[in-house]
Structure formats: structure tokens, C-alpha cells
């Protein structure tokens, strides 16, 4: 990744009905999963043009033309709406052949332009931006809300089934293939004691209590592209895993990320906790743009996925350190047992502010 193959990237832009010479490259550092690239193209003549050329993760997404039918489908059916939004959805260059990636030595690349002043953050201290960010990933649902969801791919399947994540995190534990389990029994014993917590939503989606709606199922502040002065929300990103899926899980996803006191991989958990302003905010914003959809289960079980997401993902994170990162990028030796150990500290931040949360949720959704 950090090696720029630059004849390979300009192989890639050969597919798309650009000229020009690459004249920059630069990696951009803050998804776990693909690896993306700034790119410069100067053309003979005219200006340049600055793109985000991203190669897709075919170990993560195994049928990477599904990622690209899905994205294709949202395109098409945002096109179909007369109606303007204030937030818009990233979309995909075509190639010369007219699909919206390009395979090049067996491997899927997608290409598009570069949203100008734009500019993403990881780490939020000004809560007034979150209200606009809730309302964009509000909004991003109920633009979506009359997408039939058979025409959509589950690109992961059982991405956010919680019970089904939490049974491989033990099964890893169980296998224990590079011998890390001993060091981080007392992280383990977090997972068992919450388990049962953690699955009420997956059972109740299961048992049809709460209703599955097309979700983006990746909501970190960091899928939104901001205004670089004025901090609105430009685009939402990162559709990969766009799909069926709970409204709860993508509020809970916001909010496990954007209302952390600190950053999601804070090694020093003393700084590490739920920002009730951030939250509120956040919470305000996604409801106000539900308004009208949800129904009072969805309602009331929002606080419970921000709980549930924050338990599923430290799992994630604990279960890839004991098989010895193969899913998430790492940065630095035990970096996904520090992602994890970070995440459960917001759980557990969040499991004492249960009652303060709920009554957000409710205060938010009645006005
Ligand atoms: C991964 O790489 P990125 O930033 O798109 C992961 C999400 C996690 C997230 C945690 C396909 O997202 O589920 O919440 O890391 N994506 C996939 O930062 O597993
Ligand atoms: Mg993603």
C-alpha cells in the first residue's frame, strides 16, 4: 500500500475515458478495509483532474461485482427522484465498457472525482456538527426507504447479526490459532457477561419485532464528506455495505464513533467515553430526518444498538487480534487488541448512561 505502483494505477485509469499522465499519487490512511488512493491526472491540455481511485478488498468482500451492483442500484434509484437532497451519495466513474469498476489483474478498482473543499475527520469536538451529520444519515435512509430490498446483494452476509458475530468471536477464542488468548482472558470474560444483551436486537429483527430497511451499515463520521469551512455534510460515502439492515445499528454505529470521547483506537482508556453532547446532537439530527418512518420499537431500541454495536465491533477487533490480523488493517503491533479494549470502554460508559441516552432518543423523537 505505501509502495505506489504507479504503472498499475494508470493501468487502471487506462479503462476509463480520461487521458492524461498521472501526476500525484497519495494513499489515504483511514479505512480498515480497501485501500484507496488520491490521484492527479493531467491531461495535454485543460485542467487537471483530481480523483479517489480505490481498489476494492476481495478477501472482505468476496463478490466484489456485488458491491458494484448494489452501488449501481442506489445511483439509478437516486436518479429516479426528482426531489433534491442536501446531502448527496458518492458515485462511481464509468469504465469505457460502461460499468462503474474496472478489473485489472483479477483485482476490482472503482474510480471517482474527488468532491472538492471536502475533507473527513475522525474525531469530533464541535457537537453542533453532529446534528447536520444525524440528519444526512437520517436522510440517507429515508431516501432509501422505497428501494426494493430484493434488489439489493447482501454483500456480508450477517454483517450486523450480532449473535452470529459473538458465537465466531468465542469459536476464535476456542481455536486460539496463534496462542494469544491467555493475555486477554479478562477482555474475553466483558463478551461473555454481555452476550445476551448484545443479541436482543438481532432477535428481534429475527422474530420480524423490528422491520429490516435498506441501511448503509457503515456509519462512521468519516463516510460523511464535510465542507472544509463550513463543517456540512457534502456526501456520504463508503457504500459498500449498503444492504438490509436495522436503523438502530447505523444510529448505534454513528454514535459508537462520532460521540467517543476520544478516538476509536485510544490506547489510554481513561480517556475514553460517551460525550453527551455529541450524542445528543447526533441523535436530534438522525430522528428529525426519520421523522415519520420509524415505528416506537425502532424507536426505542436506538440507544440499545448504539450498546449492541460498540459490543459487536470490540468483538470484531478482539476476534481478528487472536487470529493474528487478517481482517483489519493494523497500523502498530496489538492494534486491534487496542481497538478493542477502546471499544469496551465506551460499552461500558455506555451500559452506565443507558437511562440518560434512552431519554434523548425519546425527548428527540417527539419534536
Ligand atoms: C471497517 O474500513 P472501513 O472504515 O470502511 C469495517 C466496519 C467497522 C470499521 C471500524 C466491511 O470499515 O464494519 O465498523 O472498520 N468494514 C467492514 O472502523 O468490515
Ligand atoms: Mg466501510
New binding site residues.
Given amino acids: 500500500m505505501n509502495n505506489i505502483n504507479l504503472e498499475l494505477l494508470s493501468q487502471v485509469i487506462g479503462h476509463y475515458p480520461l487521458q492524461g499522465t498521472i501526476s500525484e499519487a497519495s494513499p489515504c490512511v483511514?479505512?480498515?478495509?480497501?485501500d484507496t488512493y488520491r490521484i492527479n491526472l493531467r491531461p495535454t491540455s485543460g485542467p487537471n483532474h483530481e480523483l479517489i481511485l480505490q481498489r476494492i478488498n476481495d478477501h472482505?468482500?468476496v463478490e466484489p461485482e456485488k458491491v458494484m451492483h448494489n452501488i449501481q442500484e442506489i445511483a439509478a434509484h437516486l436518479r429516479q427522484k426528482d426531489s433534491s437532497y442536501d446531502c448527496d451519495i458518492i458515485s462511481f466513474i464509468h469504465t469505457k465498457t460502461g460499468r462503474n469498476y474496472a478489473v485489472v489483474n483479477d483485482q476490482y478498482w472503482r474510480l471517482c472525482h474527488y468532491v472538492p473543499n471536502s475533507i473527513t475527520y475522525d474525531f469530533v469536538e464541535d457537537s453542533s456538527l453532529l446534528y447536520s451529520a444525524g440528519y444526512a444519515f437520517g436522510q440517507f435512509q429515508s431516501i432509501l426507504a422505497d428501494l426494493p430490498m430484493d434488489q439489493l446483494h447482501e454483500t456480508?452476509p450477517d454483517?450486523h447479526n450480532t449473535r452470529k458475530r459473538l458465537d465466531a468471536f468465542f469459536a476464535m477464542v476456542d481455536k486460539d490459532p496463534h496462542g494469544r488468548v491467555n493475555d486477554v482472558q479478562e477482555d474475553i470474560a466483558f463478551f461473555a457477561e454481555h452476550r445476551e444483551l448484545a443479541c436482543q436486537l438481532t432477535n428481534m429483527q429475527e422474530a420480524w419485532i423490528l422491520p429490516l430497511r435498506v441501511t448503509h451499515?457503515?456509519t462512521?463520521y468519516?463516510?460523511i464528506l464535510m465542507h472544509e469551512t463550513t463543517g456540512e455534510p457534502l456526501c456520504v460515502i463508503?457504500l459498500?455495505?449498503v444492504m438490509p439492515g436495522l436503523p438502530a445499528h447505523d444510529f448505534g454505529?454513528a454514535i459508537r464513533?462520532a460521540a467517543n470521547t476520544a478516538v476509536?483506537d485510544e490506547p489510554d482508556l481513561s480517556k475514553v467515553g460517551l460525550n453527551m453532547d455529541n450524542y445528543r446532537e447526533f441523535t436530534r439530527g438522525f430522528l428529525k430526518a426519520c421523522s415519520g418512518f420509524l415505528t416506537d420499537k425502532e424507536i426505542e431500541t436506538m440507544a440499545l444498538g448504539a450498546i449492541t454495536i460498540t459490543i459487536e465491533?470490540a468483538s470484531?477487533f478482539l476476534a481478528d487480534h487472536i487470529d493474528g490480523d487478517n481482517?483489519?488493517k493494523i497500523h502498530r503491533p496489538n492494534h486491534n487488541l487496542e481497538r478493542a479494549r477502546c471499544q469496551v470502554a465506551l460499552a461500558k460508559d455506555m451500559l452506565a448512561k443507558y437511562d440518560q441516552m434512552q431519554q434523548i432518543v425519546m425527548e428527540s423523537a417527539q419534536v
Fill in positions: 483511514n479505512g480498515h478495509i480497501n472482505v468482500f456480508i454483517f451499515n457503515d462512521k468519516n463516510n463508503d459498500d455495505t454505529d464513533f476509536e465491533l470484531r481482517y483489519f
